[in-house]
């Protein structure tokens, strides 16, 4: 008994050093890349949260793969936002109602199977209905016979299978009907939500997630979740921009500041994303291998306008005054080391000038001025209670620092330190349930990404009255008319100049005051050349060369 | 023995019934609604957080949802995912083998390392080999693990490029040595201690004079004897660390980029997925009453006169 005791004791042992053993020596050498392999380029990625469907898809980094598998209609230029001809050979109206979609013929999906007008009208009947759960089904509302299949009232069943407002009429050719007037429709279509699908994805559901199936210039070679995907280039693609590297290989990243020390470290070529605590010294690490540029997003403040105190004359005074306290210029170069930028209206620089995007529309409201602000808050009787708070949650990004930095301006500017409070709640969900919930009595964040980068998406979801993302509670006759007034437009330029004008409403009213436009970071390594952002600040793979 | 072992076997059940309630119990207490959550800024329509909800048994009464969890548990179901709809088990059984082998690495090293170090620390009680020991462990104890792992992340990795400072591929033991050595840190300071205070006093024992009486050479008095009876309290102290080292990767499993357990729980915490939270952390639990049980029966090993019946 004793003595087989022991010899498991000393074969335990032995076992147990012979692993210590193997793993030393497996610890020596593979200091260099590997894995890449040809001209592939290694970025980061972050583990997408929906199922990769095109209509499911509502954040960037699903919709980083979206945008190298498909192609839809339209194509923004990576560098002007302009909506482009992609797979669209022309989409005609006549009352910007009806459209006449004709898409260009050769394209393929990467299975072999020929792109469709059949396959754009599935894949968005698909997309719309309630029983798929699309997490981007609104995209399709303008659609006639959106509320059919999607019926938005609580314990509402759908009553119809496809959109009544979707035709097709030949192979190549379908007609869309939109419930109202809206000239700019056309412009949408290159947002991923609108991207054809094949017979594949509806005959074997969960193969095709497996493994999606597309028509743009990659496709998956192979994809293990919450791992990596390998992406190859699509030799069959019919558009323009085909890709100038073999492919991608995308590799999840649960922080990204270890994928900057991979990047450092030479294992990884590209990250899109570079995390904060990194950018005083990206200039020592990466010199001119750093972007930093403007992206579709705007950060806001929001007023409850539903509550009392915060309705009204004084109000709207109390808005301008907290607004005219904030030191944006400051807290953007020592926060956020100049990756954010001041911002002057309700958009973003992206859309440029063209697409309506204007500086200082905001006007004197959006300039610090705390000699102002204490005059207008004291003119309109001082804030509600003596003091205000600044609630967001604080689980991602920087929130915390520019909250306490917002407050802190606040206070400076109101000789006041309990004037402004921040409130931090923990997680996004509750932040969330808390926001639309109307449970809000100070400022809350509230921050934009565009869909697509159109002044409409800026304007439109935010602030027409009950409108999806309406925060604030805000409504306006004036800005509701104009709005109208600029979707029925026919001309671009003159929607433009009227949602310009509502946007004055805005500046006005202040529902929510505009604090910095948010920039896109990429990093790359010294293999990679034509790095660039779209205006969605997602890298350009196609046009990625590697040495 | 064997009706010890069905017994403690027996006790698991409602160890285990209770912990997922309680835990079930606390994911719903939870502010904010993950459905809700989903659409970001933009909150999806009522019909459709409904049709959700209805779809993953969300709209049912909290008593009854941990009912259909528990007898969906038993049939192996570990339920749904909210946001990417997958089942927890996919996800579990992806981050399973990582974390699995992280661990098992990491206990390895602590074991191995710890038991030697503490070995000779006690054998040299006061000497400066010991105290040597004592002042490395010590500095193991009071540094965190994150700087630890950014320490060596920095320069094994990026500065003196021994080793890949992530790890890509997680069966690649070499890639792990490095995470698993950070991981281990502590606890293996902590086994050193352990380990040297049992053999100082055991050193003195009774029986140890006697085995050096009878002519055993030193060697064999201390690798046989010593050594043996010395291990209980630590090998308790192990038992109980594979647990931690298991749940507690979250930081190590984040700096060097593994996919493992850890990491799965944080996102699905910080994303309110109430079932993955549940099925992972009721995994960990098993983990804990199974290990605590062959602690037990180790016991027996080490110490002839313990005797279950």
């Known amino acids: 008994m004793r003595g087989s005791t022991r010899n498991r004791l000393t074969g335990a042992v032995a076992g147990v050093m012979a692993v210590a053993l193997a793993v030393t020596a497996c610890g020596g050498g593979d200091g260099s890349g590997g894995g890449g392999g040809g001209s592939f380029v290694r970025a980061s990625w972050g583990d997408p949260q929906h199922p990769l469907e095109p209509a499911n898809t509502n954040e960037v980094q699903g919709g980083k793969v979206l945008d190298m598998i498909f192609r839809g209609l339209k194509r923004y230029n990576p560098e002007t936002g302009e909506a482009e001809d992609a797979m669209a050979e022309s989409i005609e109206t006549d009352d910007q109602r009806t459209f006449t979609v004709t898409i260009e013929d050769g394209w393929t999906f990467s299975d072999g199977t020929p792109v469709t007008a059949k396959s754009y009208v599935d894949a968005w009947n698909y997309g719309a209905h309630i029983d798929n759960a699309q997490i981007a089904s609104y995209f399709f509302q303008f659609i006639e016979g959106y509320d059919e299949v999607h019926p938005v009232d609580e314990g509402a069943e759908a009553t119809a299978d496809t959109l009544s407002g979707l035709e097709v009429v030949d192979d190549h050719t379908f007609t869309v009907r939109l419930t109202e007037p809206f000239s700019l429709w056309p412009e949408t279509l290159g947002y991923a939500a609108y991207a054809p699908l094949p017979q594949a994805f509806f005959d074997d559901h969960d193969a095709w997630l497996d493994k999606p199936i597309g028509n743009g210039p990659y496709k998956i070679d192979s994809y293990s979740r919450s791992q990596s995907m390998r992406l190859v280039r699509n030799d069959a693609y019919a558009g323009d921009d085909k890709a100038k590297n073999d492919g991608v290989e995308l590799r999840v990243y649960t922080d990204n500041n270890t994928a900057y020390t991979d990047l450092q470290a030479g294992n990884l070529d590209l990250i899109d994303d570079v995390p904060a605590s990194q950018l005083a010294n990206i200039g020592n690490d990466l010199g001119d291998r750093y972007i930093n540029q403007p992206a579709g997003i705007i950060q806001t403040v929001s007023f409850p306008l539903y ?63 705390p000699e102002g602000a204490r005059e207008l808050i004291e003119e309109a009787g001082g804030l509600p209670g003596g003091k205000v708070t600044l609630t967001s949650n604080v689980d991602t990004g920087s929130h915390r620092q520019w909250m306490d930095a917002v407050c802190n301006s606040i206070n400076n500017a109101l000789n006041d330190t309990g004037a402004c409070t921040v409130n931090p709640v923990p997680t996004f969900a509750d932040f969330r349930n808390r926001v639309t919930g109307h449970e809000m009595t100070g400022m809350f964040r509230t921050g934009w990404q565009m869909d697509y980068p159109l002044i409409q998406n800026f304007l439109q979801p935010l602030y027409y009255t009950d409108a999806s993302s309406n925060d604030s509670g805000y409504s306006s006759e004036e800005f509701d008319r104009l709005i109208d007034e600029a979707n029925a437009a026919s001309e671009e330029d003159e929607a433009i100049e009227k949602f310009q004008q509502a946007e004055e409403v805005l500046a006005e009213d202040l529902p929510a005051i505009p604090l910095w436009y948010q920039n896109g970071t990429a990093g790359y390594s010294e293999r990679l050349d034509g790095v660039k952002l779209n205006p969605f600040s997602v890298p350009v793979f196609t046009d990625i060369t590697v040495d | 023995m064997g009706r010890y072992v069905v017994r403690r076997l027996l006790q698991m059940i409602p160890v285990f019934i209770g912990s997922t309630f309680i835990i079930f119990m606390m994911m719903y207490a939870l502010p904010g609604d993950p459905v809700r959550a989903l659409g970001g800024e933009r909150a999806p329509d009522e019909a459709q957080m409904n049709a959700l909800r209805a779809d993953l048994g969300l709209d049912e009464p909290i008593l009854q949802q941990y009912w259909n969890y528990l007898t969906g548990l038993f049939q192996g ?157 630590v090998v308790t102290f192990l038992g109980v660390d594979i647990g931690n080292l298991m749940a507690g990767a979250v930081v190590t499993e984040g700096i060097f980029n593994i996919h493992g357990l850890g990491r799965a729980v944080f996102e699905a915490l910080k994303s309110r997925e109430g079932a993955t939270v549940v099925g992972i952390v009721s995994f960990i639990i098993l983990v804990y009453l199974v290990v605590a049980l062959l602690v037990d029966l180790l016991y027996a090993v080490l110490d002839p006169r313990i005797r279950y019946a």
């Open chain 1, 307 to 369: 509550d009392k105190d915060w309705k009204g004359e004084d109000g709207a005074k109390l808005r301008r005054g907290l607004s005219m306290a904030i030191d944006r210029e400051e807290i953007t170069s020592q926060i956020f080391h100049d990756t954010r930028t001041p911002a002057g209206d309700f958009t973003s620089p992206v859309l440029g000038e063209a697409g309506g995007y204007k500086e200082g529309l905001c006007g004197d409201a959006c300039d610090y001025d």
């Open chain 2, 77 to 233: 179901d570990f339920g749904t995912q909210i946001a990417s709809r997958r089942e927890v088990i996919d996800v579990i059984s992806e981050a399973l083998p990582a974390t699995i082998r992280l661990t098992l690495l990491a206990f390895v090293i602590t074991a191995v390392v710890g038991i030697a170090m503490g070995l000779i620390a006690g054998l040299r009680a006061g000497g400066k080999t010991d105290a040597g020991i004592l002042f490395f462990t010590l500095l193991l104890i009071s540094v965190p693990v994150f700087v630890i792992g950014y320490l060596y992340q920095t320069y094994f990795g990026v500065k003196w490029g021994w080793i890949s400072p992530t790890v890509r591929d997680s069966e690649d033991l070499g890639e792990l040595f490095l995470p698993a050595l950070a991981l281990a840190s502590l606890s293996l300071a902590y086994v050193a201690r352990l380990t040297r205070t049992s053999i100082v006093e055991n050193r003195r024992a009774d029986y140890m004079r006697t085995a050096r009486a009878k002519g055993l050479t030193k060697r064999r008095a201390v690798g046989v004897h010593l050594l043996r009876n010395s291990l209980i309290p």
